[in-house]
Every structure is written in structure tokens, then in C-alpha cells.
């Protein structure tokens, strides 16, 4: 049953309008002053109001505002004087539902009051359909906040295992090395042999170095720095790399060749970063010829450099590498530089290319590669020949 709030001055107007309405089903509440209205309306927490605009004390249009005040969605009807047009825009300005003219005529009223009642209900389920909404949008965002972090953290689990199977993998590989090494060392002293002994001595070299090369990736992994720019030759830093490579590369029956740029002379830069950045470019492209299985081949590692001049963008320093190795795949080309991504089952440590790129970009630098299965690929690095005038290499 719905519950109705009448307010009216006039005692005998309160009385058929309660009689009538209530046989139409409505629970009735009457109030004689505005006052009262209000009073009633706060305590019974009612939606549907009647009330006339002429009355003493309170008005009608100001039990309306007081209303509204109180509960925007209450539905007020107000009662005018014959006429009184005036009173009824006023009303409907101040957010009444309708209005109806004295005398009262039943359909007129009945009307008035299915309409407000239809609002109320229309206003009832948008409410309940937008907490519901709400609450469903909250309850959705929490369960997706969730699955992400089970993702984050299972994602985190299976990095950090890759990571300590693929680095436990790769030290156990080093300390067989090294054991081979000290063994050969060991029988060439016991046997008199020194050719053993310089195969052994070289090994365990081999292998120290590679356990420094892990320690240096890791601590630079983890180390954010600038650059120590000093005044260098690139040429020489690459002579140097691939003096210390050519063996490797001989080994395996790799041509290592030197393409330089005589006009290529002095820059600044991270002497130890870039010797770092040609170090593993070089090494993965002696990898790639190893790893490739069309022996076929004659394999070659190419190293070139060159100073290009660009109208806008001033000098740059380009390193090129160049194999006709095993090339890669695109899956292979998406996870380049992902930390700890290695194809080299144990024999590598996924961590050259991350810090080949972080020390280029500590640079300002870029690296690009291109690539196809079987073909081989090409890492350039672009580099800025950022020179200080004053500087010369007698300086650094
Ligand atoms: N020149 C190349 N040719 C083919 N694949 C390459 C080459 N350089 C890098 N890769 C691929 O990128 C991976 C990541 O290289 P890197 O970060 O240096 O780690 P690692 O050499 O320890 O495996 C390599 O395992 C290899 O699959
Ligand atoms: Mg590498």
C-alpha cells in the first residue's frame, strides 16, 4: 500500500480527500499546517506528498522547497487555487511532480497520482540497476586486480626459476671448464708436458673470464649509471675485441673480419660500455655461425664502422655486425632483449643484449637488428659522436 501525505488548512477538504483515497488503497497521513507536513514527512520517511499552496504560516511552495531539500526523489503534488498559474509554474520550477486546480475532480488527482507514483518506481529501479551496477563493477574490478596479481606473481615464480635454472646451468658449465682446465694443468706438471699445461692454463683462463663477464652482466644488469665518457678511438675498441675473439672464431673455423672507417677518429664515450656492447655482439655472432647447422657455409663475422653525417642530427658513430650464422625466428627477434632470454641451453646467461641496449641507451644510442632464419642477422648501434672540442686522446 502506498503511503500518501496530505496537507491542507482546511479540516473538511482533508477529510473527503482522505476518504476518497483511501478507498482508492492509499494509506493516508493527514497534516493541517505546513508544519505539521513536514514534521510527518521527516518521520515516516515518506516519497509521496499532496499538498495545498495557500496556507498559513509554511506555504505550499515552501513545504515543497523543504521537501525537495530533504529528498530530492520525493514526489510532490500541489494543489493550486483556481486559476492561480502563477502559483503552479512556481511549483513546478521548485521540482513538483504536477499540479492540480481546486475544485479537486477525482480523475484529475487519481491522474496526477499514478503519473508521480510511475516516477517514483521508474526512479526506485534505476537506483537498485545502478547499485547493482556498482557493486558488479566493483565486485569485476577486484576479481581482475586479483588475477593479475596471481599472474604478476606466477610470471615473477617462473622468471626467477628460468633465472636460476638458466644461471645454475651456466656456472656448472664454467666449473667443468674450469676442472678440465686445472686437471690438464695438474697432469702437465705431474707428466712434464707443457704443451698440456698451456691447453690447461688457457682453459682455466677461459673460464675465469666468463665467470667475471657473468658477475660484470649481473652487477651492470642491476646498476643504473651514466655513462664515463672519455675521449676515445672506436676503431681501437674494436681491434681490441677482435683480437680478443679471433681465436674463438679460428676455432671454429669463423672468418672474423675488420671493415673500419679511416675518418672514423676520436669520440666520447664509455670507453668499457661499448668495448662491453662489441664484446657481445660479437661474441652471439660467432655463437650464431657455431649454433648454425648448414655446414655448408663459409662462415663470417663481419665488424664494420662508420662516421655518417647527417644534415640535422650532426655527426654519428654506427657499428655494424654482420654473420651468415643461424639467424633467428620472430619469436626469437620479439625476446632479444628480455632479461635472462637465452637459446644456448646452460651456455649462455640472456643478459648480453639486455645490457648491450641499456648501455646504449645510457648513450642516448639505438640498436636495430634484422634478420632471417637461416641467413644470418646484422646488429647496427647508432651512436652520437659527441665531442668535446677542447679534448684530445693525449687527454684521456
Ligand atoms: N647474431 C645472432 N644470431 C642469431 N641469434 C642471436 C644473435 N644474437 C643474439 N641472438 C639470440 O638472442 C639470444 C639472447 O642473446 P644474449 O642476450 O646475448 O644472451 P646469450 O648470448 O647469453 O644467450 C641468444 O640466446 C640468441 O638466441
Ligand atoms: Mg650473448
Not at 51 to 79: N, Q, R
Not at 284 to 304: E, F, G, L, P, R
Request: proline share 1%; net charge negative.
Amino acid at each position: 500500500m502506498t503511503k500518501l501525505l496530505l496537507i491542507d488548512d482546511e479540516r473538511p477538504i482533508l477529510e473527503v480527500l482522505d476518504l476518497s483515497l483511501t478507498s482508492e488503497g492509499y494509506e493516508v497521513i493527514t497534516a493541517e499546517s505546513g508544519h505539521e507536513g513536514l514534521k510527518i514527512f521527516e518521520e515516516e520517511n515518506l516519497k509521496l506528498v499532496l499538498t495545498d499552496i495557500k496556507m498559513p504560516g509554511i506555504d505550499g511552495i515552501d513545504v515543497l522547497k523543504k521537501i525537495k531539500a530533504i529528498d530530492s526523489e520525493a514526489e510532490v503534488i500541489v494543489v493550486t487555487g483556481h486559476g492561480d498559474m502563477d502559483s503552479a509554474i512556481a511549483a513546478l520550477q521548485h521540482g513538483a511532480s504536477d499540479f492540480i486546480t481546486k475544485p479537486i475532480r477525482d480523475e484529475a488527482l487519481m491522474l496526477a497520482l499514478e503519473r508521480a507514483e510511475r516516477k517514483l518506481s521508474m526512479t526506485k529501479q534505476l537506483k537498485d540497476y545502478t547499485e547493482n551496477l556498482q557493486q558488479m563493477v566493483e565486485r569485476r574490478t577486484l576479481e581482475l586486480k586479483q588475477a593479475q596479481e596471481e599472474l604478476i606473481r606466477n610470471e615473477r615464480l617462473a622468471t626467477i626459476g628460468d633465472t636460476v635454472a638458466g644461471l645454475a646451468h651456466y656456472i656448472k658449465n664454467i666449473l667443468t671448464g674450469l676442472r678440465g682446465g686445472m686437471y690438464m694443468v695438474n697432469t702437465g706438471m705431474a707428466r712434464d708436458k707443457s704443451y698440456m699445461l698451456q691447453e690447461g692454463w688457457a682453459m682455466v683462463q677461459r673460464n675465469v673470464e666468463k665467470v667475471s663477464g657473468l658477475v660484470l652482466d649481473l652487477l651492470r644488469y642491476s646498476r643504473e649509471r651514466t655513462p664515463e665518457r672519455s675521449v676515445c678511438r672506436p676503431n681501437e675498441i674494436v681491434s681490441e675485441v677482435v683480437e680478443l675473439l679471433k681465436d674463438r672464431a679460428k676455432e671454429h673455423h669463423i672468418e672474423l673480419k675488420k671493415v673500419l672507417d679511416a675518418d672514423l677518429k676520436e669520440a666520447y664515450l664509455d670507453r668499457d660500455g661499448i668495448h662491453r656492447v662489441l664484446l657481445n655482439l660479437i661474441s652471439n655472432a660467432i655463437d650464431a655461425c657455431i649454433y648454425d647447422t648448414d655446414t655448408s657455409k663459409a662462415w663470417k663475422v663481419t665488424v664494420k664502422t662508420m662516421l655518417a653525417t647527417d644534415a640535422g642530427s650532426g655527426e654519428t658513430i654506427l657499428f655494424e655486425v654482420t654473420d651468415n650464422g643461424c639467424g633467428m625466428t620472430d619469436e626469437v627477434k620479439e625476446k632479444l632483449f628480455t632479461k635472462f632470454f637465452s637459446t644456448k641451453a646452460g651456455r649462455g646467461t640472456g643478459l648480453g643484449l639486455l645490457n648491450t641496449q641499456k648501455i646504449i641507451y645510457e648513450h642516448g644510442g639505438e640498436i636495430s637488428v634484422k634478420s632471417k632464419v637461416g641467413e644470418g642477422a646484422t646488429f647496427s648501434v647508432r651512436l652520437k659522436r659527441e665531442m668535446l672540442e677542447e679534448l684530445t686522446i693525449d687527454d684521456c
